[in-house]
């Protein structure tokens, strides 16, 4: 599923209409332009982390937590998927909310 996410991730950026393309851009732009340099260049092992697309940054992401919830809304059972880039480094999260369906339903930055 993680790499679902991923290809969603990427599906994401590339249609800036997309419901979620303003937190999901936000969320890499803050990685890749508002870290300290050092920071950044731990966390994409590139010769000019700068230069990194957003869409290409999608494949440093690596699952932090997967988990399940009652979700007290809709009563019924939802999945959970924590993403992140080097939780030693970042503490900040994408959360990707599945339906029983596997369903993306929506998409959170966190920290």
């Not at 994401?12 to 393309?21: F, G, I, K, Q, T």
């Amino acid at each position: 599923m993680a790499e679902k996410t991923k290809a969603f991730v990427k599906d994401v950026l590339a249609d800036e209409a997309n419901e979620y393309y303003g937190i999901v851009s936000y969320f890499m732009e803050f990685h890749r332009d508002d870290l300290p340099e050092d920071m950044t260049r731990e966390l994409f092992p590139v010769d000019d982390p700068s230069a990194l697309t957003l869409t290409e940054m999608a494949d440093y992401l690596r699952l932090n937590r997967f988990g399940s919830f009652l979700d007290e809304e809709t009563r019924g059972q939802m999945f959970i998927m924590d993403l992140t880039f080097d939780p030693e480094i970042t503490n900040e999260l994408l959360v990707i909310y599945f339906n029983l369906n596997k369903q993306i339903v929506n998409i959170s930055h966190e920290s």
